[in-house]
């Protein structure tokens, strides 16, 4: 899974630091939005032919390791 981690890259000078994937100029703040919207893998894949479909699992691997770290605070419900 580290393997996937490694698809992640960060460059200061591409959209202003963003995790992105493989250097490219697609951040994983982009893949995560399209796929909460209902995009299937398939969609994102044929809209973005430079994408493989690991960097889809490496944008939610990601994702899951930044909440995983978050610190939990006495939170109100929402309601």
């Known amino acids: 899974m580290e393997d996937l981690l490694n698809r ?6 591409v ?3 963003k995790p992105l994937i ?3 100029r697609i951040s ?3 893949i995560l ?4 919207k209902g995009a299937t893998e398939e969609e ?19 994702a899951h ?7 939990v605070f006495d939170r109100v419900a929402a309601g």
């Open 8 to 13: 992640i890259t960060f460059n200061k000078e």
């Open 15 to 17: 959209l202003c630091g």
């Open 22 to 24: 493989r250097g490219l």
């Open 28 to 30: 994983v703040e982009m």
């Open 33 to 36: 939005e399209l796929l909460a």
């Open 44 to 62: 994102i894949l044929q809209d973005y032919p430079q994408l493989e479909p690991d960097d889809l699992r490496a944008a939610l691997l990601y």
């Open 65 to 71: 390791h930044m909440v995983a770290r978050e610190d």
